[in-house]
């Protein structure tokens, strides 16, 4: 079999990537080092309190930008994949919940615009300056808006000013700060640390389109999974690869762990970042920007908890929602080095699939070092002493939940729970940080990693080299597809396509 380009990794970004270029008439292999695709879009199952079998999401828990016309929604209906959708509830798919005050983030800028100056009603210019910032950033993403114009537009503003230089420059009030800052943990970084750029395309995107995807990763995956072969593309899985090889200046294809050689004169490394670079030949990016990836830090890791509610439970109010339960006002709790707990949670309520149970999943910080006692053991041969770590961990969130959620108390049946090891050993992230390499300051924009490399035939995707969050890593696909075909007709194709 002769094949144009190899893709590795079947995360959301490879499969894009893949689709993109078979639409164009290339014949690309995706390489799996798992036994099922989808990377961070996997699903994994687990007998109830039932009995029954249930599947739990790994990192599907809400998507932004799905309404019709939307950019999630168009770049899905480009690549030819029906993925079942549901919206959030439009007044509140959001809910910040500090201890003694909640806040409801409603969808569309305007009523979060409104709903901001409800809660601080002292301070209409700096909510009305923060907003129009927001969706003036927005729309020089040029992918976000499909704008092949402003590509090449490279506003190094938006990447080297930080969120909270924003907040410090409108002096907003620590209350208003917290309510702008509560959804940081859908990018984890501080707001010292994130760029203007991520923080309006991830929680903008959020607050334009919030969906579920009924079914989860797997209703992604699977019809993602099966266009590409449609069109002519390939997946292995059980199939890491070890390294790309070039000839000369060229791309010639990659050696597989087991030494198998597929040749092809394009590969694109849809990985962690930091395992891309494991992957390559060193002098693929100059040494600084190398160092600088090497650098990089990496995002906090997230410890889950999975279950499902009792059928009794009344989710009036509850459900069709996100819960954040925040430990205090503070915008940067969620990334307090110092913490030795869980100590903030999101809690997350699945739209039930084919009269399945109503599922939740509860999602805190989780720092690696806390599980340093099991680096070197294996996925389901840890000991006793993890179970008890993880079951106190799981008590704790399970306790917050009951106290601002009691609607659920007593409803609630823990199935299993994840940590950062879990992500590294079924997705390959070598810290299990949540979204892999943080998108902060020091690697976007001018510092971020490059899709190109030195060699020919040679890039680089995935969610670490763009924006984290299935819409971000999906762009990369698009965008590093785009570099292969050209960006400006890529862009031109997908708005004609889906307009
Ligand atoms: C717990 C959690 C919750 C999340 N919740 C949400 C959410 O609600 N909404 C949202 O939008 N995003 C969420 N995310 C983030 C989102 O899921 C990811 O950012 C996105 O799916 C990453 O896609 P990707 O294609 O970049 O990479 P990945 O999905 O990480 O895929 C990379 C793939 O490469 C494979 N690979 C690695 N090394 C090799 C090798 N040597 N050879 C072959 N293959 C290899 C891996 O096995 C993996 O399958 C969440 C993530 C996590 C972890």
Known sequence: MSYSTIVVGSGISGLSAAIVLAKHGRRPLVLEAHN?????????QRRGPDGRVVRFDTGVHYVGSLYPGQIMWRLLNYMGAEVPTMPLDRECFDRISFPGSEFCVPVGW????????????????????????????????????????????????????SLQALLDQLSVSPRLRSLICAQSSLYAVSAANVPLAIHAAVVGSAIEGPHYVVGGGDAITNPLVARLRELGGELRTRAPVRRVLVDGDATRGVELAT?????????????????????????????????????AEECVGAFVVYGTLDASADLTGVSARNHYLLRDADPDCFYDPQLDDPADAIVNLPPPVNGGPQLFSAMGSARMEWFGRWQESKTLKRDAGYTALKNRLTGNIMRMIEQRIPQLSGKLHVVDASTPLTLR?????????????????????????RRRTRYRGLYLGGAGTGTPGILGACVTGFAVAGAILGTDELIREVRGATD
């Open 110 to 161: 305007d009523n979060v615009a409104a709903a901001l100056k409800r809660e601080c009603p002292d301070e209409p210019s700096a909510i009305e300056a923060y907003v129009a910032k927001m969706q003036q950033v927005e729309q020089s993403l040029n992918w976000h808006v499909l704008d092949a114009e402003v590509e090449g537009a490279y506003d190094r503003e938006l990447y080297e000013t």
């Open 36 to 44: 099922i695709p989808g990377g961070c879009m996997q699903m994994f």
């Open 425 to 449: 050993d079924y997705v390959g992230y070598p810290q299990g940080g949540i979204y892999g390499l943080q998108p902060g300051m020091n690697s976007q924009g001018r510092n971020g990693i």
């Open 259 to 295: 030494g198998e050689v597929i040749e092809a004169e394009e590969v694109i490394v849809a990985t962690h970042p930091r395992t891309a670079l494991g992957m390559i030949p060193e002098d693929s990016y100059r040494s600084v920007l190398r160092k600088r990836m090497a650098d």
